[in-house]
């Protein structure tokens, strides 16, 4: 790894640019590992992290949530058809930084977009969401067809 020289007694001096570049390639390594769990780890965070999601069935309903913590309703698009859902957002960076001393920069910014295949067929002209704390809650009625296709199966 690459070691900073010494300056003066006590101080560092910056790296350099080829000195970088092994933590680039580790910085890549770690992005290919992470992008199946949806946690793209990016310097300078270009990226936002997608965000969890669960979709469930309740009773004539499918319902989705989000966890889309610092967004804001007015920075999020949802978009549905009978058998799809598409959730995209955008978070801005809250301040220009001069400093790039940083000691940890976690906090991301920028846009994500998701789209998932529904457990049923729904009526996409009556869905519902909210945004509240950070969560969205997408709730849509199921089609009449869907809503008749539960079948008991006996069991022998």
């Known amino acids: 790894m690459a070691q900073r020289k010494r300056k003066a007694e006590g101080e560092l001096a ?42 469930y069935e309740e009773d004539d309903e499918v319902v989705l949530k989000a966890e889309l913590p610092g967004l804001k309703k007015e920075d999020l698009e949802v978009t549905i058809t009978e058998d799809t859902v598409s959730i995209s957002g955008q978070k801005r960076k809250e301040e220009k930084v001069q400093r790039k001393d940083y000691f940890r920069l976690e906090r991301s910014w920028g846009s994500f977009s998701r789209s998932f295949s529904l457990p049923a067929r729904v009526q996409p002209q009556k869905a519902k969401a909210r945004f509240k704390d950070g969560v969205l809650e997408l709730r849509v009625p199921k089609t009449e067809e869907a809503k008749r296709k539960k079948l008991k199966v006996q069991i022998q």
Do not use: H, K, S
């Open 14 to 55: 910056p790296l350099g640019a080829f000195e970088l570049l092994p933590l680039r390639q580790m910085e890549r390594f770690f992005e290919e590992m992470t992008r199946p769990w949806g946690w793209p780890l990016r310097w300078g965070a270009e990226l936002l992290p997608t965000p969890a999601v669960d979709i």
